[in-house]
């Protein structure tokens, strides 16, 4: 239960951080620098704020620190990213379904593949670092 829950608020804070990103994104950075380093100026930020945002869950809700529970940690939160991101696509950006698939075939569309990836074992891939950081420390 408690895994389920660390996604679910994980899912929360990185919801609101790409809310806020988006239009910033679409609206200023995009006409500015264009789509693909608009994407990855994103995804920088993306990165910090799924780094900083798991770790928190990680310790405020007390998950296991072994591979199994970071894991599924991360696919919860995926597992509810991937419906409303599809939301969002069809019903507020109006999208069509087919065209949407398709925008993973550009850079900055792997650029996004890549980040769902990424939110899925950044609460992976946070523990193994701070393991591995404390590991050379003692």
């Given at each position: 239960?408690r895994?389920?829950?660390a996604?679910a608020?994980?899912f929360?804070?990185m ?14 950075a995009?006409p500015?620098?264009g ?5 990855l100026l994103?995804?920088v930020?993306?990165l910090i704020?799924?780094a900083?945002?798991s770790r928190?869950?990680i310790?405020?809700f007390?998950v296991k620190l072994?591979?199994?529970?970071t894991?599924?940690m ?12 599809l ?6 950006r109006r999208l069509?379904f087919p065209e949407y698939?398709?925008s993973f075939a550009?850079?900055?569309?792997l650029?996004s ?13 946070i ?6 950081c404390l590991?050379?420390?003692s």
């Amino acid at each position: 239960m408690r895994v389920l829950k660390a996604g679910a608020v994980y899912f929360i804070f990185m919801f609101g951080v790409g809310w806020i990103l988006g239009p910033i994104r679409e609206l200023w950075a995009v006409p500015h620098f264009g789509r693909l380093t608009s994407v990855l100026l994103e995804a920088v930020i993306m990165l910090i704020a799924m780094a900083v945002s798991s770790r928190w869950v990680i310790g405020r809700f007390r998950v296991k620190l072994t591979f199994g529970s970071t894991i599924s940690m991360g696919l919860v939160a995926l597992g509810i990213l991937v419906p409303a991101e599809l939301a969002g696509v069809v019903w507020v950006r109006r999208l069509p379904f087919p065209e949407y698939l398709a925008s993973f075939a550009t850079g900055s569309g792997l650029v996004s593949l890549l980040m769902f990836l990424l939110f899925a074992v950044m609460p992976t891939l946070i523990t193994r670092a701070d393991r591995s950081c404390l590991g050379e420390i003692s």
